[in-house]
Every structure is written in structure tokens, then in C-alpha cells.
């Protein structure tokens, strides 16, 4: 089903005691919010899952892993399994985000197999795609959204893939304060949207999120998130302040 979804990605920051204060302000901003349109969803770091997990039984967000393993389970030291996620109350993971890719070789094959494993342990999976500077300059940013789709999430069978989460996340926009244009992010939100109905029709293509990540804040969201075909965001930097990640789900 096609949700407004706002995902606050920590990445590597935050000690435990400002991963609580940090938990405990968006708490506080959610009970006054008391909204019930957006699907809030924090991403912190493994290691403070259990505590995001546990506050989140009294709160109205979900909580997302940022990376889960290939494998399903066994000799893989240093790596966690969705099963492990899953037991822990986890619902969503991201897989794909750039620097996975650029830092640490993830492959198409491997994003597959990860998109599966958490299918199959009732987690969704929130693919991250998107060019890098140079192949916007060269125009070839549908070609390349087109070939990692193609090479990892159309992989799925229709079931798994109505289940997924997509987020649009032009590499020259992360962490740069550069965003891209309200209408860059609906045309490519709109060509993906175009290939999912080509790939699995348009009854899952009219039901999938597409979220939009790269600097989005709380100054620009709200054009953003005002065109058809973005569903909603994939918030980095902005989210490690409560007042900002607050102000961004307000933003619809
Ligand atoms: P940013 O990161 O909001 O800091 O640009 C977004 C992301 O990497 O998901």
C-alpha cells in the first residue's frame, strides 16, 4: 500500500546517551504532533536498536536497520541476519544507500539476496538508488536508476516487490546541501514509477512509496514533498535533530 513515509537514516552518529535524548525529543514531538498520515521510521545504528525498539512500544514510530547480511545465518563474524532484526521488532531495513555501495562493494547480487532475506523475515526493505554527478552531466541518470532497479529489486517476484520501498537518492545531493530541483525528484520519481508498471503493471506501481533523499531538510521538504510522485523522505543529516526531523514530517 502506497504510504507517506518519512525515514530518519542516523548513519554512523550518535553515542547511546544522544541516541536517547535524540529518541526521547521525537517522542515528545510526536505525542504533541499526534499526526497519523505519515509513517515515521528511525534508522539508527545496530548497536542502539534494542533501546529505539524498546521506547518505540510507546511511541508512534517504527524503527529500521541500516544494513542486515547477505547471509542467513552462521560463520559470518561481525555481520547481523534479518532473522535477528526481525526478533528484535525491526520492520524496515535500508539496502543499497550509496555508501554501501562505494565503501563497502555492496553488489546487485547481494542486494537481492538481502531484499529476500528480509521479505522472508517480515521486514521491508528500502532500496536506495541513484546517479552520481558525472552521469547526471552526461543525462544518463534514468539509464543508470534503470539498470540498478533492473539489476536488483527487479529480481523480486511481484509478491516481494509490492512490499518494497524505494528511495530516490541522487548521490551528488548526500550530505552535500545540495538538493535536487521539486521537479528533478518528480521526473525520476515518475520514471520509476513508470518502470515498476512496465515490470510488474500499474495496480503495484500506483501502490509503491518512492521517497526522495539527498539534503532534504526542514526548509525544503514541503516542495518536495508537495509533487505527486514523492511520497514522502529518506533524511540524513536532518535527522539527527529533533526539531528539523520533526519539522520534516510536518512538512506534508
Ligand atoms: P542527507 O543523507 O540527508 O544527509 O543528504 C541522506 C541519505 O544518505 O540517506
New binding site residues.
Partial sequence: MRRKIVAG?W?MNNTFQEADELINEIMDGLEEANQKSVNVVLCPPFTFLEMTTDYAQESDYAVGAQNVSCHDAGAYTGEVAAKMLESMGVEYC?IG???RRKYFHETDKELTQKAELLLKNNILPIF?CGEILPEREAAKQFDVVKQQLTDAVFNLDPLDFAKIII?Y?PVW????GV?ATPMQAQEMHAYIRSLIAEKYGKEIAKNTSILY?????AENAKELFANPDVDGG??????LKAKDFLKIIDSF
Fill in positions: 537514516n548513519k535500508i544507500h550509496s555508501e536506495c528511495a537518492e545531493a548526500i550530505g552535500t538538493t533523499g539527498g539534503s532534504c531538510n529518506l533524511i540524513g543529516g536532518a535527522s
